[in-house]
């Protein structure tokens, strides 16, 4: 518990908060694939078939 209140860790959680403020997410649970953002909830066929389609280049 300790280290969750060192500098290190507070620089990290800062770091991130920043990157999600610049990408306009609020909420959580939310992916990030390649350009795309995927915001709530999505089930595991769902999120297979985007990571597809991205790999197949689509």
């Keep these: 518990m300790e280290k969750m209140q ?3 860790v507070k620089a990290i959680i800062t770091a991130n908060h920043d990157l999600a403020k610049a ?3 609020s909420g ?3 992916f ?3 350009d795309s953002i995927l915001r709530g909830y999505v089930p ?3 999120m297979q078939a985007i990571v ?3 790999r ?3």
């Design 28 to 30: 959580t649970p939310t």
């Design 6 to 8: 060192s500098d290190e």
């Design 23 to 25: 990408l306009a997410i």
């Design 52 to 54: 597809a389609e991205i």
């Design 44 to 46: 595991l066929d769902g």
């Design 56 to 58: 197949a280049g689509g």
């Design 32 to 34: 990030v694939v390649q």
